[in-house]
């Protein structure tokens, strides 16, 4: 179902009212995790004014230590929903459980299936129940073909809202907190009609190359980018070191949208 042959022109996943895919745009902002409220409205208010179109934010965290920030539970998926609702945007979370799955659907717009939960099959099952959009992204061990399987998971249950993401695969090198595959976009374009986004927040874990990263995965032909951004990344509850300030989000948004404008 996810291939060419299924279905040989792009789709187009829309999510609540914003569409993504065939040359729509996915602009994903926000912090990594949903935190508290007064903070959530001001990264909320300057991502939507800077261009982005879809605000993120974990209240569900898979954290490598258990000892880690969990996240905020349902208190977090109802003040994402707030956010949402009062700048008109939809919201996009994770859910980390297939237990989880009827509850953040409530909530939530659009539901993402992280990277240690790509081959979670009880949970892509239950997703692909869902009336909700999901956002697929990569393990980090695992290869496109992989990836493209487990979209099959969800469509194979009835959902066909499914947009993958490019997040970085685990390399050698500690310099990068992953590694950016950027061929996986034009190599998902020629297998699959799904829309396929980068994330080069989690694929470089480092701001300085956060841009070049966005920008070529526009230009290798990504329909969105997901970027974390948060006002104080030094108190941020996770992945702060690698977050953008809104005003670095707001300039490299503008840079965005000017070259799709080329494309
Ligand atoms: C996230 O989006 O905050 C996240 C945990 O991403 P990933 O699953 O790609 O590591
Ligand atoms: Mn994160």
Known sequence: LASLDAHPEPSVIEISGVKVGGGHLGMIAGPCSVEDR???FRIAERVVASGANLFRGGAF???TSPYAFQGLGEDGLKLLREVGDKFGVPVVTEVTDPRLVELVAQYADMLQVGA???????LLTEVGKSHRPVLLKRGMSATVTDLLMCAEYILSQG???VVL???GVKSFDPATRNLFDVAAVPLVHGLSHLPIIVDPSHATGRPDLIPACAMAGLA?????VHIEVHDCPEEAKSDGPQALLPDQY???AAQMKSLAGLL
Do not use: H
């Not at 240690?116 to 009880?122: D, H, I, T």
């Not at 290798?220 to 969105?224: I, L, V």
């Open 116 to 122: 240690r939960n790509m081959q979670n099959f009880a």
């Open 61 to 63: 965290k898979p954290r």
């Open 250 to 252: 707001d300039e490299l």
């Open 165 to 167: 993401c490019e997040r």
């Open 159 to 161: 959902n066909a809202n």
């Open 220 to 224: 290798a032909g990504a329909d969105g």
């Open 38 to 40: 007064d903070r959530m």
